[in-house]
Structures are given as C-alpha cells and as structure tokens.
C-alpha cells in the first residue's frame, strides 16, 4: 500500500508559476514509477507528466510539453510538478498518482494509487 498527498495548489494569474508536490508514504520501492494527472470540469482525467524512479524516464503530456517540467527526490518519497507559463486551460484539480509497474504509463488504468488532489485555478 501506498498512500499520496498532493500539496501546492492555488489560485495564480495567467503566465504565472506554481509548483507542486507529491509525498508517497508506506510501501514505496526503487522498482516504482509515478505520475501526474488532471482533470477538469467535464473533462476526463488526463496524463500531465510522468516518471520512473530507476530508468530515469520521463515524459509530459502534449497540452503541457514544453511548460512543465516534473521532477523526483527519491530519498524523500516526494515527487515535484513545475508549472510555468500558465494558461487558463491549465485550470483543473491535478492528483498524484503511482504503480509498482517499473515504467509509467499514460493511462490512468496504469496506476493503483492516487491522491486526493489539489486544485489549480489560472486567472485571467
């Protein structure tokens, strides 16, 4: 078992930054991979970012390339998402999410564990 808590979230004016935070807590591994995903009003959740501890793999979704930027302290069992340049589409409750899978996938079905979430609102 493996518990999340996203932190960071807020309300920032278009072009602005933010980051955030996952802590993974109870039985997390070398062999692990973690991602980040969002979801909007009426919107299905969607991949943002993506990383896998032992191959040194990540990968953003395409609304995001370029902007995001993800990132992981494995020694504290925390994982980081880096938003910059916003956009009022960027807009949507963002959760944090990991698999014992040794690679992270795009798809939601690829994760066993997710947080709570925390709300990003982009202004104008």
């Known amino acids: 078992q493996v518990q999340l808590v996203e932190s960071g979230g807020g309300l920032v004016s278009a072009g602005g930054s933010l980051r955030l935070s996952c802590a993974a807590s109870?039985?997390?591994?070398?062999?692990?991979?973690m991602a980040w995903f969002r979801q909007a009003p009426g919107n299905e959740r969607e991949v943002v970012a993506g990383?896998?501890?032992?191959?040194?793999?990540?990968g953003y979704g395409d609304s995001v390339k370029g902007r995001f930027t993800i990132s992981g302290d494995y020694a504290k069992n925390t994982v980081y998402l880096q938003m910059n340049s916003l956009k009022l589409e960027d807009t949507a409750i963002y959760y944090c999410?990991?698999?014992?899978?040794?690679?992270?996938?795009?798809?939601?079905?690829?994760?066993?564990?997710w947080g709570q979430g925390t709300q990003v609102t982009v202004s104008s």
């Open positions: 999410a990991a698999t014992y899978d040794n690679r992270w996938s795009r798809e939601r079905s690829g994760y066993g564990y």
């Open positions: 109870g039985r997390t591994s070398s062999r692990f991979a």
């Open positions: 990383l896998t501890w032992s191959g040194d793999s990540t």
